[in-house]
């Protein structure tokens, strides 16, 4: 073998490393999204959740603690803002709030490009227990309500508020 190719080796391991390091600091994935239509809704509802926690968060009930606005970032950057707030609400002990992610009709390579990984990437989260299109006063099409696990130190608040004496 020659420098060079023992070179070259070297560099391609080193992408490959970096690029693994990468995925385990934000497992969201960029390939394999599906286009949603722009006007198409956007739900997700984990098994176990009730039916009418999901009609409260689908109608805009929740108070809404958080709110990330994903317009004018690129959809790298809207990868990475995704997933830092979901885990910093989630730390927090934040349960609803609202993504701000515009609705991208003249968005490239596709219309509601951004709209689409949104939907990919709530969807990955194990945190994420339920998520549907805003309400129009909200921001409709353009913005999507997130409803989070509670926190574990919560958990334990909330037994020990509710146990019986």
């Not at 080193?14 to 809704?41: R, W």
């Not at 956007?42 to 999901?54: K, N, S, Y």
């Not at 998520?131 to 919560?154: I, R, S």
Request: aromatic share 8%.
């Amino acid at each position: 073998m020659t420098l060079i190719a023992l070179s070259r080796r070297k560099k391609t391991r080193a992408a490959l490393k970096l690029a693994e390091q990468e995925k385990i600091k934000n497992p969201l994935s960029m390939e394999g999204v599906k286009p949603v239509p722009i006007q198409d809704f956007i739900e997700f509802q984990q098994p176990g959740i009730q039916d009418g926690v999901f009609k409260k968060l689908r109608l805009g009930k929740y108070p809404l603690e958080f709110t990330l606005n994903l317009k004018g970032k690129t959809i790298a950057e809207s990868r990475e803002a995704v997933y830092n707030t979901l885990l910093q609400c989630h730390e927090k002990g934040i349960r609803a709030l609202i993504i701000q992610h515009g609705t991208g009709e003249k968005s490239k390579p596709f219309p509601g490009a951004k709209r689409s990984y949104v939907n990919l990437w709530l969807r990955e989260m194990s945190m994420v227990i339920a998520f549907h299109t805003a309400q129009p006063m909200h921001g409709g099409f353009g913005a999507t309500y997130v409803l989070l696990k509670k926190h574990p130190q919560q958990k334990l608040i909330n037994r020990e508020k509710n146990r019986k004496r």
